[in-house]
């Protein structure tokens, strides 16, 4: 047999492995792994078993390899191993058996809170409640852009007054009444702090329009203050502002500057003042519409100018109380 780094051993676990122990196989093998054999080379009979699991030795041969298979004599049979019994375990050694836990039922757990109603997939979420009640809606607006003049009935007392001091009546006089015959001028704040209402300054204006009048309505939008520019929707650039006929009610959708972010050009008072100033020469009364409680108006603008509170629990009666 050459010398090399395959030995009669592992030619014992290829045939071991293989599970055949006839000649012919242990020739292969033995070839493959590059052992010649030769005369008074030992025969390789598979290792047996031991008890725990491991090659326990070659056996010697009885028989020597030959030149011819006939010759060959078979092996004699390979005892089995009988399973040996394990040892008891001494007292106070081996594994420590459990108690089965008996699995009952929990008690129900008392909640002091009540439990929340489940969600269901079909019901459509709820609808976004306008700022102004949609019941009074219409009323209020009324209230605001009206204007108190003399057509209503006719002032009986008034008449027989003029009358009985000899005074001559040249036209009936009438009480007064509101009307919308005026008209009204929408300025619509589009500034950064009146992102949060657009959507109730349009459903504002529509209202508005249905109100007042197509044809008396006029709108215009603007940002921070009407003096920067004022325009339609579809119009840009802007203008300079330009108030409307002497009467008309000038109805202004604005924060004016309470709300957003501080920027260089955002309102303060003096525009304000000199929009109020500029209505004032031209005759025309503005109303302001206010997204913001009474207690954060500013001080100044409550002299200057009619304000109503932009929030559902203004009313009618409300309104007209507080009328300029």
Known sequence: ??????????????????????????????ELLGVESSAGTAAVRPPAASDDGLLAHIVPPATEFRERDDDLEPPPPRPVPMPMAAPAPLPGEGPTLLTPVVRA????????????????RTTRPPLREPLLAPRSASAIVQAAVSRREPDGEVDIPGAVGRLAQGLPLGTLPRRPSPTLRFGVQVLVDRGTGMQPFHRDQDELVARIRRTVGQETTEVLYFEDAPLHGTGTAEQWPWHPYAPPAPGTRVLLLT??????????????????????????????????????????????????????????????????????
């Open 255 to 324: 924060d004016l500057g309470l709300g957003g972010p501080p920027r260089a050009r955002q309102s303060g008072r003096t525009d304000w003042e000199r929009f109020f100033d500029r209505l004032a020469h031209s005759g025309c009364t503005p109303v302001v519409f206010l997204p913001y409680p009474r207690h954060r108006w500013p001080a100044w603008a409550r002299d200057r100018v009619r304000m109503v509170p932009w929030d559902r629990r203004t009313t009618v009666g409300w309104v007209r109380m507080h009328q300029g």
């Open 1 to 30: 047999m050459k010398s090399s780094g395959v030995w009669l051993g592992d030619v014992a676990r290829a045939v071991a492995a293989l599970g055949r122990s006839d000649p012919e196989t242990v020739r292969t093998v033995m």
């Open 105 to 120: 039922s929990r008690p129900p757990v008392a909640w002091t809170a009540p439990a929340l109603a489940p969600a269901s």
